[in-house]
């Protein structure tokens, strides 16, 4: 098993751009979330998913969109990047215990 | 609201001794989960353990041991025999379970600050 995974590892953008970060895990969990983690603070959670084709917003949703086509993935959307962007982001998947993906380290310029 | 408290930014520990890292929390929701996390300087959220908010017994495991006081609204983490590579950022997390029982399965995890450890040798 890969667990979470998550592209890119690192990535620079100028504002305005948009990408997708990608997040994709093999154990078979209906829960999948995304958080951002900036310097001295906890992970806060943008979007989450219950399940293939349903989602909902987190405590930091704006600038952010998701989809759930499948189980497997869960990418996270950035429409048109901010510097307030700037952060790490962690894909999670699971139950009692969520497996973390390695993280997407952004900066946007 | 749901929210997670941890007062120590920053604590040093020797290594071989023990070292409680304090987390307190705030819900009005009768179930929920506590959880810790340790961040090491590579960046990986690793899940330590786990307790629940009916579980009877505090949760352990390993050299973790869960220090869970209901009433007080505290779950603290107690490191046992600290090693250099206990050196990191560590997290304290609650999730209401009811969410558990509307979609089965997962649920939204809130973050404490976080605190750092450093464990000297």
């Known amino acids: 098993n890969a667990g979470v995974t998550q592209t890119p590892k690192f990535q620079v953008l100028k504002t305005g751009q948009s990408m997708t970060l990608q997040c994709a895990q093999d154990m078979n969990h209906e829960y999948m979330s995304w958080y951002r983690q900036d310097p001295g603070m906890g992970l806060r959670l943008i979007h989450y998913s219950v399940g293939a084709g349903i989602t909902d917003q987190g405590e930091v949703p704006n600038g952010y969109n998701v989809s759930r086509s499948t189980t497997e993935d869960f990418p996270l959307r950035l429409l048109s990047a901010a510097p307030s962007q700037t952060s790490v982001y962690f894909c999670a998947s699971g139950g009692n215990e969520q497996f973390f993906g390695p993280g997407t380290r952004l900066t946007v310029l | 609201a749901q929210k997670i408290t941890q007062t120590q930014p920053g604590m040093f520990v020797q290594e071989k001794e023990a070292v409680t890292l304090d987390c307190t929390y705030d819900t009005s929701d009768p179930s929920y989960g506590l959880f810790w996390y340790k961040q090491p300087s590579s960046g990986e959220m690793i899940f330590l353990i786990y307790q629940g908010s009916y579980d009877q017994q505090n949760a352990t495991e390993g050299r973790y041991s869960l220090n869970f006081q209901k009433a007080r609204k505290s779950a603290n983490l107690v490191i046992s025999a600290s090693q250099l590579g206990d050196s990191a950022m560590y997290f304290c997390?609650?999730?209401?379970?009811?969410?558990?029982?509307?979609?089965?399965?997962?649920?939204?995890?809130?973050f404490g600050q976080g605190t750092e450890l450093s464990v000297k040798p």
């Open positions: 997390a609650m999730r209401e379970l009811n969410q558990i029982m509307i979609y089965n399965q997962g649920g939204k995890l809130i």
